[in-house]
């Protein structure tokens, strides 16, 4: 069935960058997403990225997407301790049905001042 | 800003009680959706509901569980007779759009004793 995996913990030093990692199986995915989870909080959607699409950045963001190996990542420069969180990798297309997002199991980054 | 709100925040029941979620999406938003993450498990998707009817549902959602959009603004989820492993925080979501472009609740924690 459709699946998506993350690594499950990144720890970075504050000012470093982070790059979190994600991979999918449903080829047919149209929409990739990153949500953020801050403790206590609901997620939160960060940016996403068309399959079409190679790349997209964002302020300190940066998406990159590589159909072929059905990968994705997720990069934060200069990364803050407010960037601590669970990052959800999430995929939509046409196997998984437009209906309903599929979400990774998140990774939980934590930033070391 | 507009949100999706979630209510109650923590609810404590006890096995084999019927147990109603409540959440109230964003007014112009069409599409609904009810997902439950499990301490520290995967964000699962649960339902999705459109134009007053359930278009998607996950394996999850059995003859148990059940959504209603009562009235204009409201959206609930009844578990009918909760099982210790329906303990989880259970997310509302709504979308404009069916392109997984998701705003998320605070969530309402459940506890089964």
């Known amino acids: 069935g459709e699946d998506v995996e993350q690594s499950l913990f990144l720890s970075v030093r504050e000012g470093d960058s982070s790059v979190i990692n994600c991979t999918y199986t449903d080829s047919s995915s149209t929409y990739l997403y990153w949500y953020k989870q801050e403790p206590g909080a609901g997620l939160q959607l960060l940016t996403y990225i068309f399959s079409n699409m190679d790349m997209k950045q964002d302020q300190r963001l940066t998406v990159l997407l590589n159909k072929k190996d059905k990968h994705l990542s997720l990069r934060i420069a200069d990364t803050q301790t407010g960037d601590s969180a669970i990052y959800f990798c999430a995929e939509i297309g046409v196997k998984t049905s437009y209906d309903k997002v599929i979400f990774g199991p998140g990774t939980s980054l934590s930033v070391i001042p | 800003e507009p949100e999706v709100t979630q209510t109650p925040s923590h609810q404590v029941t006890q096995m084999g009680q019927e147990v109603i979620l409540r959440c109230v999406p964003i007014?112009?938003?069409?599409?609904f959706y009810w997902y439950r993450q499990i301490l520290g498990q995967k964000v699962e998707f649960l339902v999705s509901?459109?134009?007053?009817?359930?278009?998607?549902k996950s394996e999850i959602f059995d003859d148990q569980f059940s959504v209603e959009r009562p009235d204009g603004s409201n959206f609930t989820l009844k578990i009918r007779s909760t099982k210790l492993e329906d303990s989880a925080m259970y997310f509302c979501?709504?979308?404009?759009?069916?392109?997984?472009?998701?705003?998320f609740g605070e969530g309402s924690r459940l506890t089964v004793l």
């Open positions: 509901f459109y134009n007053n009817e359930i278009s998607e």
């Open positions: 979501a709504s979308s404009r759009e069916n392109t997984g472009e998701l705003f």
């Open positions: 007014s112009n938003h069409l599409y």
